[in-house]
């Protein structure tokens, strides 16, 4: 074992070990799920108005280029969330999780004032799209350093048998998020005309989104702190104890959710794919949007529910591999049909599925690192493969249906990424009942 390995572990021996970890009662469970809803609220609802987005910030004589630069700047917040994940989720492991979220939730504060409050291209030309791209940046930053002391606090707060339950909150809020994001999405889209949707309606949901931050800040600030001895270790000690010793855990994290990050976020592009690809009129168009964020919610709980009571690992695999086998019919027969019924079935069916894996996946991954480097390894590996994957996807999928004239395209990204992944889920071990505190 490598010297600052061994360091690392002394120190971690010499600090005070804590009691048992405190329970997490209701009010910790909705200050953890409130304050990472409000942040993919925010973040979820730049994608759901990319099209009017290009539109005031990238003008050009082709809406697919405006779409395009739009799509590209929601990639560019996807940049900083790497860093977010390394830096913010070695700060969780190093100071406490509560800290860690008090600063990331601040942080995409900051960027939703950038992008609500912005003027247009219109009217302050070029550094309009500089200061889009740069609170996209902190929000990207913010959601990177996010997911990691987020699920660790539901883990490690959890009784016994019930770690997927709690964990599975964290996806239940991005449902929920997702939910309210098509809710304001459809009743801007029913009550203003397509012109006021375009020139301001779409600022409307961010502005709303800031109006509950004072709420989140006040719920994460009477979060209990998880983190065993916080102080006794440096960040840089915390990543080097993560790479020496955890390696093989963070290849594989990279993989499951890459295949569930792929799959996630052609579900958000289909409000996006009704409106340019199947030709639907906005308030048709929001109802995936809408679709998606209910079955989220239910089925993220099921998820975690079931995980706890048959395992992790088939849990992930078993509606990973049933996507494998629909995706490609769903998407024919969405095409064909052209329906808001088959939009919304498409959405559900993959949103459900997805969504299942999903929470027994981050149970998974959350287990398999220990307490002292849980909130970085899980950061790194989910924001690494979200930077990667979740930024690249919809401007990949919007460019190849483009380029090719083929709207079936996002079924074959999904397929390929799954194979990969599905082979990964195997590999994880199964720690439903192991002891977070050995």
């Known amino acids: 074992m490598a010297h600052g390995t061994m360091q690392v572990q002394g120190e971690l021996l010499a600090g005070t070990r804590p009691g048992p970890m405190p329970t997490l009662g209701r009010g910790a469970v909705v200050a953890t799920v409130a304050g990472n809803a409000l942040e993919f609220y925010d973040f979820l609802t730049y994608s759901a108005f990319s099209v009017y987005i290009g539109k005031a910030f990238f003008p050009s004589g082709s809406a697919l280029a405006s779409l395009l630069l739009s799509l590209a700047t929601f990639g560019v917040g996807f940049c900083t969330r790497p860093l977010g994940g390394v830096l913010i989720g070695a700060y969780a492991d190093r100071a406490g999780r509560r800290p860690a979220l008090m600063l990331t939730i601040s942080l995409i504060t900051v960027g939703t004032l950038g992008l609500a409050l912005t003027p247009s291209y219109a009217s302050i030309g070029v550094a309009a799209p500089i200061i889009l791209v740069i609170s996209r940046l902190l929000q990207g930053l913010a959601l990177g350093g996010e997911v990691g002391p987020a699920t660790a606090v539901l883990l490690e707060c959890a009784p016994p048998g019930r770690r997927g339950a709690l964990v599975s909150w964290q996806g239940a809020s991005q449902g929920m998020a997702i939910l309210a994001s098509g809710a304001a999405g459809v009743a801007v889209s029913l009550l203003l005309t397509k012109e006021q949707l375009a020139d301001w309606g779409w600022r409307l949901p961010f502005l709303l989104g800031l109006a509950l931050v004072p709420v989140g800040i006040y719920l994460r600030s009477k979060l209990p702190e998880t983190l065993e001895s916080p102080g006794t270790r440096s960040g840089s000690q915390v990543l080097r104890l993560l790479w020496n010793d955890y390696r093989r855990q963070l290849l594989l994290g990279l993989l499951i959710i890459m295949c569930l990050t792929i799959s996630t976020f052609i579900t958000n592009y289909m409000t996006t794919f009704a409106l340019v690809t199947l030709g639907m009129p906005p308030a048709q168009a929001m109802l995936a949007t809408l679709a ?15 995980s706890d009571r048959y395992g992790r690992r088939i849990v992930m695999v078993m509606p990973r591999a049933l996507i494998v086998v629909a995706i490609y019919p769903a998407f024919l027969l969405l095409v064909a049909v052209r329906t808001p019924w088959a939009l919304v079935a498409v959405t559900s069916g993959l949103a459900i599925l997805t969504s299942i894996s999903t ?4 149970a998974a991954l959350a287990e398999v690192f220990p307490n002292h480097v849980r909130s970085a390894g899980l ?31 996002p079924a074959y990204y999904v397929i390929v990424s799954s194979v990969i992944g599905l082979w990964a889920m195997a590999k994880l071990p199964e720690n439903r009942k192991s002891d977070l505190s050995s």
């Open 379 to 409: 950061a790194t590996s989910y924001a690494l493969s979200v930077a990667v994957f979740g930024g690249s996807t919809q401007f990949v999928i919007a460019w190849l249906i483009g380029a090719t004239g083929n709207p079936l395209s």
């Open 292 to 306: 998606q964020g209910v079955c989220m919610i239910f089925a993220a709980l099921g998820g975690g529910m079931w």
């Open 359 to 362: 929470a027994a996946a981050l």
